[in-house]
């Protein structure tokens, strides 16, 4: 099937399978690799994207769905160079550990605070619970995503 998509602004059209995963077509025919594979069963949040502004697994979205969408990676979201100010707050306050689950979380996290602009920890703990991190306590993360609430993209 043809599919059209917007991949962080840039428009792409490709010929895909209709059983293609939205995750695998970006990292092998658009050829972004920010957003990993990690457990096949929507359970880590690895692969988490922005599908029109959504936060969306993109292992459980077929390539086909996102047709005529805006779909935006972890490569997205800097602009002219500079960090968004959710990447920024995560190196900031090393809300990161191995580094697998940063990209899905820094999106989940992004999407949370356009829903909720200030959040409380909770709400945070709460809008990021699907999303997991096999390395940290999720304390910096936490903190993180708060010192990015006041900021502006």
């Not at 077929?62 to 979201?77: F, K, N, P």
């Not at 190196?91 to 909720?116: I, K, W």
């Amino acid at each position: 099937m043809q599919i059209s998509v917007t991949v962080n602004g840039d428009a792409h059209q490709h010929d895909v399978e209709p059983r293609v995963l939205l995750v695998q077509y970006l990292r092998e025919h658009v050829g972004l690799t920010g957003t990993k594979i990690g457990c096949d069963t929507s359970s880590c949040g690895a692969c988490t994207v922005l599908v029109d502004g959504e936060s969306v697994k993109s292992c459980t979205m077929l390539a086909v769905q996102a047709d005529g969408s805006e779909v935006t990676t972890i490569e997205g979201l800097a602009r002219d160079g500079e960090f968004h100010p959710v990447q920024a707050a995560f190196r900031e306050h090393h809300g990161l550990q191995c580094g697998f689950c940063t990209a899905g979380m820094v999106m989940a996290a992004v999407s949370l605070l356009d829903e909720l602009p200030d959040p409380s920890e909770r709400d945070i703990r709460l809008g990021l619970e699907g999303n997991l991190c096999r390395c940290t306590g999720y304390h910096n993360i936490v903190q993180a995503v708060l010192a990015a609430a006041g900021e502006k993209p």
